[in-house]
């Protein structure tokens, strides 16, 4: 029994959930996700960043799908996204990576916290694909706490000056817009602006190749000196930076979390036609009783995993109706952690399982269940660790007092 993208779809089509345009945007993805793989592939197999993602994404017009419609985007709720970075998932984390960065931590954080001004300057060309956003939170010596950072700004008269580099940053030598965290040198406090890579002062130093895998998403060292950017970059209210960073990371968390729902779905489809052909001690490899465990394993793993994701993404959608609400704010956080921790930790050892009943096949490049195990291994450590996931998990059912990290 495949597990199709389409047989999902059916299934959230019943609940009523999805509107006409809806299931047009998910047919779009869908085409988009099927012309992607061979792309992909070949770009994974030559350990190179995949170039015709972009310029095949913008022509189905996927690069936009949270946007608000007035400034270009096809303003799909939070659940219709997350199904459609499930299909992306399919074709493996590298787009899912390019797709979260752009849309959930760069387009839809842009949304949420810019002014009216940086949205339409921004958002349309964003939504077009003519223009790709990136995030520049982590820095080499400040990962997992955001809040040792030591990029710096200053203010003249007309600009804020900024210093520092950030590091492991998705998109980043190819964004034209890269979210940028950065603390005062008066107070301490950290900001967050929208800056045009174009700015003098703004350096890709290096574009980091010596990844365990990921190759065909783009990933690069960033590096401020002395860039001078205008004042209205600034994004959201001065010394509040952090509250975007973690506005953003709560979305992105569920685009991550929906890719690996997708990678356990192909994962499971390759074993389910591998166990039916190959055949070894005189029959198909699926009917021996030890190669039924480790499908059921990835087929349970999926199972477990797709509801915590579907209700973080719903839950989503209730806090954009509803932003100041505080308490719902803290339980969203939440469940997208528990989306995410779950989620990627059962793609991770769903893709492990499917390359061992790949047998020897599946330790080479050419297996695609090999190419999910080494591309899905990040979903652990990026946007949030494991651990910082539990911690978040914990101190929220605990309560403050009890946070075990500040
Ligand atoms: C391919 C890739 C792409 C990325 N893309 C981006 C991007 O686009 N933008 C961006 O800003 N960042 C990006 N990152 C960075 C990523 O978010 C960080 O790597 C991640 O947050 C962890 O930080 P760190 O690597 O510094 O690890 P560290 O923070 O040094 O953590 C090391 C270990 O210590 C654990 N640890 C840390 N603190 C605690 C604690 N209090 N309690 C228990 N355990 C703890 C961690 O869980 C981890 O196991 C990317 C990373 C990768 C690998």
Request: proline share 2%; net charge negative; glycine share 8%.
């Amino acid at each position: 029994m495949e597990e199709t993208f389409q047989k999902t779809v059916e299934r959230v089509k019943k609940l009523n959930l999805l509107k006409e345009d809806d299931l047009k945007l998910l047919q779009r993805v869908d085409a988009a996700s099927a012309e992607l793989v061979n792309s992909e592939y070949e770009s994974y197999l030559e350990r190179k960043f995949n170039d015709k993602a972009i310029p095949l994404l913008s022509r189905y017009k996927v690069m936009g799908i949270p946007i608000d419609r007035r400034y270009g985007g096809d303003g799909a709720n939070s659940l219709v996204h997350c199904l459609a970075m499930q299909r992306f998932g399919q074709v493996g984390m590298g787009i899912v990576t390019l797709v979260d960065v752009h849309q959930f931590l760069g387009s839809l954080t842009l949304q949420q916290w810019g002014t009216e001004e940086q949205k339409q300057r921004i958002l349309p060309e964003a939504a077009e694909g003519k223009s790709v956003l990136a995030y520049a939170l982590t820095e080499p010596e400040a990962g997992s706490d955001p809040s040792s950072m030591a990029s710096s700004f200053e203010t003249n008269d007309d600009a804020y000056i900024l210093n520092g580099s950030k590091y492991l940053i998705s998109n980043g030598s190819i964004a034209k817009y890269v979210v940028v965290f950065a603390r005062s040198k008066i107070d301490g406090a950290i900001s967050a602006f929208i800056v045009d890579s174009k700015t003098s002062g703004f350096e890709v130093a290096m574009r980091l190749s010596e990844k365990l895998g990921l190759f065909t998403s783009d990933t690069a060292l960033l590096e401020f000196h002395e860039m001078a950017i205008p004042k209205d970059a600034l994004l959201g209210k001065l010394g509040k930076g952090l509250s975007v960073a973690y506005s953003a990371l709560l979305n992105g968390r569920i685009g991550i979390a929906s890719g690996c729902i997708g990678v356990m779905e192909d994962c499971l489809n390759s074993c389910v036609e591998r166990a039916k052909y190959r055949m070894q001690h005189g029959k198909e490899i699926g009917k021996h009783q030890l190669i039924q465990k480790h499908l059921a394993h990835i087929a349970t793993d999926l199972e477990s995993a797709r509801w915590p994701v579907y209700l973080a993404a719903i839950m989503k959608d209730e806090l954009d109706a509803d932003l100041k609400n505080a308490e719902l704010l803290r339980s969203v956080d939440r469940q997208s952690a528990t989306a995410k921790l779950i989620a990627s930790r059962n793609a991770y050892d769903a893709a492990d399982r499917a390359v061992q009943i790949f047998g020897g096949f599946g330790y080479s490049i050419l297996s695609p269940v090999g190419k999910h195990l080494v591309d899905t291994r990040v979903a652990r450590i990026y946007e949030g660790t494991d651990e910082i996931m539990e911690l978040k998990v914990a101190s929220s059912i605990l309560g403050k007092e009890f946070e075990a990290y500040k």
